[in-house]
């Protein structure tokens, strides 16, 4: 059972689902396979997409909203974790859809401004790519005042993420769901623990 009750608003289960990586991430996170699995379980029927996010966050949105043109508005939901936690919620501000949210950054480029350069994939260490400084006013551009509609956010919050404070995590999503975890880290690595309050509040279809 959910720790909280679902809007009738939101009670339409998710024909389409969109899962955001975070910084240095990629579609090969355990989170991301994780969830992949269980939609190919659970959710046969459920369309599903994962893509590797460039490094500039503005080519990054215009990929996800090309990529997600075509999807009905009413059905979409969107997944993300850290960096994708913040791109996700641009993306459901910007379609109306609900979000769920894992250990949101909230003030990205406050954050990454300390990572201008050569980064690495965490999953291929092989795979290079340069932060740019103009990246960093793009993240401006994308911050958001606040939510239209807090109820459409479920945000899982762990209190021993070591990267992102708890706290601002909280307190910028005041009025959304909140599913607040004792422990844990950033990488959520218990995920598997809160798949059921992830799943039940996007309502897939089987």
């Known amino acids: ?21 975070g910084f240095r991430s990629s579609p090969q996170s355990a989170k991301a396979r994780l969830m992949a699995e269980r939609v190919r379980s659970e959710c046969p029927g459920l369309i599903w997409w994962c893509p590797q996010l460039p ?15 075509d999807w009905p508005r009413e059905s979409i939901a969107v997944i993300g ?8 919620t641009w993306v459901a501000e910007q ?13 990205p480029a406050r954050d990454l401004a300390n990572h201008i350069g050569e980064q690495s994939n965490w999953h291929d260490p092989q795979d290079r790519f340069y932060f740019q ?5 793009e993240l401006r551009e994308l911050t958001l005042p606040g939510m239209t509609r807090p ?17 601002e995590m909280h307190a910028r999503y005041v009025g959304a769901h909140l599913h607040l975890i004792e422990g844990s880290d950033h990488g959520l690595t218990d995920f598997e623990q809160h798949l059921p309050v992830v799943l039940a509040f996007l309502g897939p279809g089987r």
């Open 1 to 21: 059972m959910l720790p909280y009750d679902v809007p009738m608003t939101l009670a339409l289960p998710a024909t389409h689902l969109l899962y955001l990586h």
């Open 55 to 69: 490094p500039s966050p503005r080519e990054a949105m215009a990929l996800l909203m090309k990529g997600i043109a």
């Open 81 to 88: 974790s850290s960096l994708g936690g913040f791109y996700a």
């Open 95 to 107: 379609t109306g859809c609900r979000a769920v949210l894992l250990n949101p950054a909230v003030n």
């Open 133 to 137: 400084p103009e990246f960093v006013q």
């Open 151 to 167: 109820d459409r956010y479920l945000a899982v919050i762990a209190k021993g993420d070591e990267l992102l404070d708890w706290r």
